[in-house]
């Protein structure tokens, strides 16, 4: 059996794309969608998106960590699979969708992708960091020297030490300017430090305003990918009407024998 799929990445934040719509994907087989993340032995990416039928919206995305299991929310996924979406034919400039949190609506200018986030009620503060949920859990960090930081020992250890096997994302934050951050994440399920993580630049947007570090509700974020936009209002409830910006673009169409 060969599997089409499709190369997608965001900021760097790379992710297997399958159209799904028919059904024909073996979604339950976890260790096949381990290999196909595999960057050795198979496609290589940090998660497998499936684009699905959905009756209430325009697709449903159901994604893959890369070590096989089923995620929550990823950000960047959400806005790659609207430009998979685009380039399928379902939408045109907007979209409506279906992922493990709720729906989502985003919008499409040109190769850069506007979704929108589900609302956040709470910020937990702990000692030296946050930890909030944007649809994926997240502990936020300020840091000094983030290029020199070492992610993959302090995340692997932060990751499992305090959060335990159900774990948490770990982002480290340096602020650069007074509303621009940098932003490194060790990612779950992927174990290890990735380039983007879209849920994790939300969480460190929303954490560095409930912090006081910027008052404005645009702030401005470079991973090791690239750059993304963050905007929200602070309501009485918490954070609300979030929208996460940022490039969106497919690498590469291939085959590969299952």
């Known amino acids: 059996m060969a599997i089409t799929f499709y190369k997608y990445q965001g900021t760097g934040n790379d992710f297997i794309m399958i159209d799904n719509r028919h059904g024909g994907f073996p979604k339950t087989d976890n260790q096949l969608i381990s290999f196909l993340c595999d960057r050795r032995f198979g ?8 684009l699905e039928e959905d009756n209430s919206s325009d ?59 589900q609302n956040v009620t709470d910020i937990m503060p702990k000692p030296n960091c946050l930890f909030l949920d944007t649809g994926s859990p997240h502990h936020v960090q300020m840091v000094s020297d983030l290029e020199g930081f070492n992610v993959f020992e302090e995340g692997a250890k932060l990751r499992y030490g305090i959060y335990g096997k159900g774990g948490s994302n770990i982002n480290f934050v340096e602020q650069t300017s007074e509303n621009d951050f940098a932003v490194r994440t060790y990612e779950r399920g992927v174990e290890n430090e990735t380039m983007s993580c879209g849920t994790g630049v939300t969480a460190v947007a929303l954490g560095m305003h409930y912090w006081g570090k910027t008052k ?19 309501g009485s409830g918490g954070y609300e009407n979030i929208w996460l910006d940022g490039p969106a673009k497919q690498v590469f169409k291939g085959t590969i024998a299952i």
């Open 43 to 50: 496609v290589g990416a940090d998660g497998l998106i499936l």
């Open 59 to 117: 697709f449903s995305m159901v994604y893959y960590n890369s070590d096989g299991n089923p995620g929550s929310m990823c950000g960047n996924g959400g806005r790659c699979i609207v430009a998979f979406a685009q380039f399928l034919g379902i939408i045109t400039e907007k979209a409506e969708f279906n992922a493990v949190d709720g729906l989502h609506i985003a919008t499409i200018d040109n190769e850069i992708i506007s979704l929108q986030m």
């Open 216 to 234: 404005s509700e645009k702030v401005n974020i470079s991973t090791k990918g690239g750059n993304l936009s963050i905007t929200f209002k602070k």
